[in-house]
């Protein structure tokens, strides 16, 4: 009797250990299984994060490719404005002109630059785009016009002074004040101060009409001379 129950009581103890046995092993795969999955997606993650890296400088290369070919538009849209004042002033290109008499002077070159190039509506502060037009300005007074007078003449349009009226008195004040930019820019860049003559022209001397922004655009302008006296 007493050997019958202990048969029973093994035959139960195997019977535990063997249930046991297979809880650990289906937990351990379990294990197994969710280790694997967060490595799965720590890797996914790293490659993610690369990619995003990857873009974002992708991004940047763009943008500094956008921010280059705006420059090189303005500049030439502020080239070819030059060139259509001219010949809406009836101005052939720049050359020597006749010879002087006694007493007399010749202008012997001009350029235009539009003042919406220049400057801000409303403000005498150069631009960046504006600074880079009067560069390849520079070049040509130091090589090609060296000792010769310079004048600097300051146009608006024939809109009075409103949104900025709390800085010019008028016209001819913002024109002053936009001449004498462009005048302390060709010094900073080495063109002699006693060379350069600086007016203001205010609201005269149109070349287009005041009816239209187109017109009114191209008479809001500076103009640089180089005179031979």
Known sequence: ???????????????????TVGCCD??????????????DLTNKNKDLSNQLVTARTRESQLLA????????????????????LRLSAGTTAPGPGP????????????????????????QATLSDAGKQRLNALVSTLSSQYAGLTVRVYGY?????????????TDNLDLSANRAMAVTRYLRSKGIDAERIETV???????????????????NRRVEIAVVKK
């Not at 090189?72 to 060139?83: D, P, R, V």
């Not at 010879?99 to 409303?122: K, N, Q, W």
């Open 156 to 168: 608006t349009d024939g809109d009075p002074i409103k949104r900025t009226a709390r800085l010019w």
């Open 99 to 122: 010879t002087p008499g006694p007493g007399a002077e010749t202008t012997v070159y001009r350029e235009t630059v539009a003042s919406d190039v220049l400057f801000s509506a409303g």
């Open 65 to 84: 490719q956008m921010d280059s070919k705006d420059q090189a538009i303005q500049s030439l849209q502020a080239e070819n404005q030059g060139l259509q």
């Open 1 to 19: 009797m007493i050997r019958k129950v202990r048969s029973g009581a093994v035959v139960a103890m195997l019977a535990v250990s063997s249930l």
């Open 200 to 218: 203001a022209m205010g609201a005269t001397r149109f070349v287009a009409g005041n009816d239209t922004k187109a017109g009114k655009a191209k």
């Open 26 to 39: 289906k937990e351990k795969k379990q294990i197994e299984y969710l280790t694997q999955q967060n490595l």
